[in-house]
C-alpha cells in the first residue's frame, strides 16, 4: 500500500478542515513548501494536495503554490479541487503533476470524466467523497442522490482505474477510517482504492493494509504526531514486499 501525505490549501495556507467544513479551518503548518519536503524526508513516493477554494469556487485557485508544492517534493503530486475542464486537466497534467482527482466534475459531467479518460488513462483518478453514504459535491458543500457503490462503479464503467474514498464523517477526526464502506467499495469494483478520511496512528495503517488497498491518504494525524510518516511509510514498504 502506497501512503500518501496530504497538503490543503485555502488562502494560500497549509490547513486542515474538520468533516469537511470550510468554516472549521485551521493552519497546521506555516508553510506548505517546507511540509512538502519533510514529507519527502520521510520517505513519501507521493503527495496528495488540494485546492480547497478551487473545489468551492470550481475553477483552481492556488495553481502557483501547487507548482512551487511540486517543485519541493519533487517526486508524484496527485491534485484535486476545481478542476472542471479539460482545460485545466492538460495545464496540471503537462506541467509535471503525475495525476489529477475530479470530483464533482465526475458527478455533474460524466462525459467529461470518459473525455479525459480517453487522454490521459491512469493518470486520472477519482474522488467519492460520501455522507451518509451519498456522494457529496463542490467542495462538500452539497450532497447528491446517488450512493458511493453504485458512482464507483458507474467510474469503473467509464474506465477510470483510481478512486479515493472519503467518509466525511471521519476526515479530520482521528477516529480510524470507516473500514467497511472501505471494503464494500473494495470488492465492488476492479479500481484502486486510495483510503482518505480518519486515520490517525499506525493501528490505522495496518488495518487499511489488511483490506489490500491501493493507498491511504493521512492528513491531520501526522501534523498533529499522532502519526509518525516515516515509521508508516516503511510498514508499508515492507507490506508490499512481502
Known amino acids: ?12 495556507k497549509c490547513v486542515r478542515l474538520l468533516q469537511g467544513d470550510y468554516a472549521t479551518a485551521r493552519e497546521v503548518a506555516k508553510d506548505a513548501e517546507t511540509a512538502a519536503r519533510s514529507f519527502r524526508s520521510a520517505g513519501a513516493e507521493w503527495l ?23 517543485k519541493s517534493f519533487g517526486a508524484s503530486v496527485e491534485v484535486g479541487g476545481g478542476i472542471r475542464s479539460m482545460e485545466t486537466v492538460d495545464y496540471y497534467l503537462q506541467n509535471g503533476i503525475s495525476r489529477v482527482i475530479l470530483g464533482s466534475a465526475a458527478v455533474d459531467d460524466p462525459a467529461f470524466v470518459r473525455q479525459a479518460v480517453g487522454k490521459y488513462g491512469d493518470r486520472i483518478a477519482v474522488g467519492i467523497d460520501a455522507k451518509n453514504g451519498l456522494v457529496a459535491q463542490n467542495g462538500w458543500t452539497e450532497t447528491s442522490a446517488i450512493h458511493y457503490l453504485e458512482m464507483a462503479k458507474f467510474m469503473e464503467q467509464a474506465g477510470v482505474k483510481y478512486l479515493i474514498f472519503t467518509d466525511i464523517s471521519r476526515d479530520g477526526t482521528l ?12 470488492h465492488a469494483v476492479s479500481c484502486s482504492i486510495i483510503a482518505s478520511g480518519g486515520v490517525a496512528t499506525i493501528k490505522d495503517i495496518a488495518n487499511l493494509l489488511d483490506l489490500n488497498l491501493y493507498g491511504a491518504i493521512c492528513g491531520k494525524a501526522v501534523y498533529t504526531g499522532d502519526l509518525n510518516l516515516k515509521a508508516a511509510v516503511q510498514l508499508c514498504r515492507r507490506e508490499r514486499k512481502s
Do not use: C, T, Y
Not at 1 to 12: E, F, K, R
Not at 49 to 68: C, H, Q, T, Y
Open 1 to 12: 500500500m502506497i501512503l500518501i501525505p496530504a497538503i490543503d490549501i485555502q488562502g494560500g
Open 48 to 70: 496528495h494536495v488540494v485546492d480547497l477554494d478551487g473545489a468551492r469556487d470550481a475553477e483552481p485557485k492556488n495553481s502557483d503554490l501547487i507548482f512551487r508544492i511540486l
Open 175 to 186: 477516529s480510524g477510517p470507516n473500514l467497511d464502506m472501505l471494503d464494500s467499495i473494495n
